[in-house]
């Protein structure tokens, strides 16, 4: 438990001791530990999550604090998550966000190509993401985007973020 605490408060000391809890057999106490390692924001817990996107019980915290690391080497290893047989799966959504969240040419070059998927929610978060970016090359997949989808909802949302592109 103070490994948490000091997680929580952002103390670097933390990263160690909550990389170590890791290899508990309780998914409560590994979930906390990835949420924990995510805030605090140090690059030595990018491999060992990295290392966890095959563990079904906690890909979703896994994946999450790779997005709150911020680190270009957890790229790869969340765009294989998006080839997931399971289409319409919330890890897809999930991966896109963090993608998003870590920028980078890799991750917009892969969040464009996103804006052509089947999935309307990873089509929505792959816009989210690169309209938050304010990358223009955006603008014409998203036009495209906007006709295809089927969810007014999803459009409408769409349509907002290409019209904060095209400002």
């Known amino acids: 438990m103070a490994a948490f605490a000091l997680g929580f408060l952002g103390n670097a000391r933390a990263v160690e001791p909550l990389i170590s809890l890791l290899d508990e057999s309780s998914s409560l106490v590994k979930t906390r530990s990835i949420m924990s390692l995510g805030r605090l924001g140090n690059a030595r817990a990018v491999k060992p999550l990295i290392a966890l996107l095959s563990s079904e019980d906690i890909k979703t915290a896994a994946v999450l604090a790779l997005g709150d690391l911020g680190d ?96």
């Open 72 to 167: 270009q080497r957890a790229v790869p290893h969340l765009s294989n998550l998006l080839t997931t047989e399971e289409m319409f799966s919330s890890i897809r959504i999930f991966s896109t966000e963090s993608i998003g969240k870590i920028g980078g040419e890799e991750a917009i070059l892969l969040l464009l190509s996103l804006l052509e998927d089947k999935d309307e929610l990873v089509v929505l978060e792959s816009a989210k993401a690169l309209g938050e970016m304010d990358e223009s090359r955006a603008i014409e997949p998203l036009e495209s985007a906007i006709e295809r989808v089927r969810d007014s909802w999803v459009k409408s949302k769409l349509e907002e973020i290409l019209a904060g592109l095209k400002k």
